[in-house]
């Protein structure tokens, strides 16, 4: 089953999540604006980072397996912007997020989206990279100024902050730091890259007897 993105939301400190499935994988990325103290990643969430600093500036990142009950992503205390993508069909076994999450910061108008090769986890095509980003300024296109490789998913902007969420939209074998050229005030920016795995294959295997087929699971 290959992966496939389901949604985005944003808030201040919470968010409300969009339809999903029991199983999908979400990412919440939370910036705060003119602080190095991070925001709280929330109980029940899987700390990606809570220590990533930019200029007067600072995010938490955390992922969660959903299940039915589950409607916001909690309250994200301290975060002046969050954001959380929704994906389906990742590795439901083991840890969803692979690699080592590369974190960047800045304040110039080139805003970088990794920080050098991305060490995979699987480097058979079937992992999706996602991208998130937070800036201090309101002016600015991180939201929509072209990354190479990635498709814009989402993205929100209030009185004080913007965050935009993008993703490779397809398994990529490799991800190596890609720069955005944007326009706009230029101020403190910080971006955070995943490694979404992929649901592994299923390949039939004769273990069971010529009439009783049987699955194992290919890592």
């Given amino acids: 089953m290959a992966i496939s993105f389901v949604g985005v939301a944003h808030g201040t400190t919470s968010a409300t999540l969009p339809t999903f499935t029991d199983g999908d994988i979400a990412v919440c990325f939370a910036f705060r604006d003119g602080s190095t103290t991070n925001p709280t990643v929330p109980a029940g969430w899987i700390t990606l980072t809570n220590t990533a600093d930019g200029t007067t500036c600072s995010i938490s990142v955390g992922w969660r397996r959903l299940i039915y009950t589950d409607t916001t992503t909690s309250t994200w205390t301290n975060a002046t912007r969050v954001?959380?993508?929704?994906?389906?069909?990742?590795?439901?076994?083991?840890?969803?997020?692979?690699?080592?999450?590369?974190?960047?910061?800045?304040?110039?108008?080139?805003?970088?989206?990794?920080?050098?090769?991305?060490?995979?986890?699987?480097?058979?095509?079937?992992?999706?990279?996602?991208?998130?980003?937070?800036?201090?300024?309101?002016?600015?296109?991180?939201?929509?100024?072209?990354?190479?490789?990635?498709t814009a998913r989402?993205?929100?902007v209030d009185a004080n902050a913007e965050t935009a969420?993008?993703?490779?939209?397809?398994?990529?074998?490799?991800?190596?730091?890609?720069?955005?050229?944007?326009?706009?005030?230029?101020?403190g920016w910080q971006t955070y890259m995943v490694e979404l795995l992929a649901l592994p294959?299923?390949?039939e295997s004769n273990v069971g007897g010529a009439n009783q087929p049987s699955f194992k699971r290919v890592a």
């Fill in 83 to 150: 954001s959380v993508g929704l994906w389906r069909g990742c590795e439901p076994f083991i840890a969803a997020i692979g690699g080592t999450p590369q974190a960047s910061a800045g304040t110039t108008n080139t805003v970088s989206w990794g920080a050098g090769a991305q060490t995979m986890t699987r480097g058979d095509g079937t992992s999706w990279i996602a991208g998130f980003g937070g800036h201090r300024s309101i002016d600015t296109t991180i939201d929509s100024a072209a990354i190479t490789g990635m």
């Fill in 154 to 156: 989402g993205s929100a």
């Fill in 165 to 187: 969420v993008w993703d490779t939209n397809a398994g990529v074998a490799s991800w190596a730091s890609h720069s955005q050229t944007i326009t706009g005030t230029a101020s």
């Fill in 201 to 203: 294959a299923q390949v």
